[in-house]
């Protein structure tokens, strides 16, 4: 008999086509599969929370899977990381309920991007910043990353997506939409029901319009009202990082 298991895992996505299996290139769900199906003796099909692009790094993705070995969680964890390549692991393991989806039961994600501000950009830090060494006006970028925070209609922040022709709803829920400034690097911490495809890189992308003196508050309020507007850049994935997903208790 299988039962559900939840793991919540870590990733540099340097190296990686994203999140989701991609025939002959390396992925993180591919990784996951991979393995697991060789524990488990048969196919094993792994759901995250969301798809992460190619490029993007995660602290707290969130997966599950169904299993029929009877290895115990804490013990899968380590059986998995043992196999997995180092710069992916898991951090921990848990059953759940047989109808738990990592993505349909997820009430908020909370994304990080990061531009890194001094002259010369540390080697230690290259794969998960976006080296940005030009002058910005951090407050007028404080002022309006507060403007997401609410309901709206994100349409000009969305990426094409294959899933467009559905008619989905591209409005969205902010819960909290902040710039802090970390010793050199600048965050942009952003947590929400739920996020379209780029939309965080091109948030971030338009604050930075707005810290170069592009954008004002009214520019920023044309784009939010599901107007086709055109937002700032997309900015690089190596700078995004999918911080942590919640659930119900």
Same mark, same amino acid.
């Given at each position: 008999?299988?039962?559900?298991?939840?793991?919540?895992?870590?990733?540099?996505?340097? #190296?990686?086509?994203?999140?989701?299996?991609?025939? #002959?290139?390396?992925?993180?769900?591919?990784?996951?599969?991979?393995?697991?199906?060789?524990?488990?003796?048969?196919?094993?099909?792994?759901?995250?929370?969301?798809?992460?692009?190619?490029?993007?790094?995660?602290?707290?993705?969130?997966?599950?899977?169904?299993?029929?070995?009877?290895?115990?969680? #804490?013990?899968?964890?380590?059986?998995?990381?043992?196999?997995?390549?180092?710069?992916?692991?898991?951090?921990?393991?848990?059953?759940?309920?047989?109808?738990?989806?990592?993505?349909?039961?997820?009430?908020?994600?909370?994304?990080?991007?990061?531009?890194?501000?001094?002259?010369?950009?540390?080697?230690?830090?290259?794969?998960?910043?976006?080296?940005?060494?030009?002058?910005?006006?951090?407050?007028?970028?404080?002022?309006?990353?507060?403007?997401?925070?609410?309901?709206?209609?994100?349409?000009?922040?969305?990426?094409?997506?294959?899933?467009?022709?559905?008619?989905?709803?591209?409005?969205?829920?902010?819960?909290?939409?902040?710039?802090?400034?970390?010793?050199?690097?600048?965050?942009?911490?952003?947590?929400?029901?739920?996020?379209?495809?780029?939309?965080?890189?091109?948030?971030?992308?338009?604050?930075?319009?707005?810290?170069?003196?592009?954008?004002?508050?009214?520019?920023?309020?044309?784009?939010?009202?599901?107007?086709?507007?055109?937002?700032?850049?997309?900015?690089?994935?190596?700078?995004?990082?999918?911080?942590?997903?919640?659930?119900?208790?």
């Amino acid at each position: 008999m299988s039962r559900r298991l939840r793991i919540r895992l870590a990733y540099d996505g340097t #190296d990686f086509h994203g999140w989701q299996v991609q025939p #002959d290139l390396p992925t993180i769900q591919g990784s996951l599969e991979e393995i697991l199906s060789e524990i488990e003796g048969a196919p094993v099909s792994v759901a995250g929370s969301g798809r992460t692009d190619a490029g993007v790094h995660a602290l707290g993705q969130v997966a599950a899977f169904a299993l029929a070995n009877p290895i115990p969680p #804490d013990n899968l964890r380590r059986a998995v990381n043992r196999l997995l390549p180092p710069a992916i692991r898991v951090l921990s393991a848990e059953e759940v309920d047989a109808a738990f989806h990592p993505r349909f039961d997820a009430l908020a994600k909370t994304y990080e991007y990061r531009l890194h501000r001094a002259e010369t950009c540390s080697p230690f830090l290259w794969r998960t910043v976006h080296h940005y060494p030009y002058p910005l006006d951090v407050e007028r970028m404080r002022q309006l990353a507060a403007l997401l925070e609410g309901e709206h209609d994100f349409t000009a922040f969305a990426a094409a997506d294959e899933r467009d022709a559905e008619g989905r709803s591209k409005v969205r829920t902010i819960f909290a939409s902040r710039v802090l400034l970390e010793a050199e690097t600048l965050c942009y911490r952003v947590r929400g029901s739920g996020f379209l495809k780029h939309m965080v890189r091109n948030v971030a992308g338009t604050l930075v319009e707005a810290g170069k003196g592009n954008l004002d508050a009214s520019g920023l309020a044309a784009l939010l009202s599901g107007a086709r507007g055109k937002c700032g850049p997309t900015l690089p994935a190596k700078g995004l990082t999918l911080l942590s997903v919640e659930y119900p208790r």
